[in-house]
């Protein structure tokens, strides 16, 4: 299992979201019935906010910690991973 990584950490070692990563993040959303607006209003955030975060402009490691989460990934490397198709969880 992949350590969690300090927000400095990983951007150093570049672990971002790319956008078509954030594009299977929002599938996987929308399979669980969750959309972007209501992911932002459980975070007090802006929906463009978290679309930014989706398509790789934007660095938020508390927004992708709660993404992972919401998917039920061990960590955000392991739900990279998956949208990689480098099997994960």
Known sequence: MAEKLSRRKRKIVGIRIKP??????IYQLRLKGISQADLSSQLGV?????????????????????????????????????ARGKGAV
């Open 46 to 82: 802006k929906p463009s906010t978290v679309n930014q975060i989706l398509r790789g402009t934007r660095h938020s490691t508390r927004i992708e910690n709660a993404l992972y989460q919401t998917l039920g990934y061990p960590s955000f490397e392991d739900m990279i991973a998956a």
């Open 20 to 25: 078509k990563e954030g594009l299977w993040v």
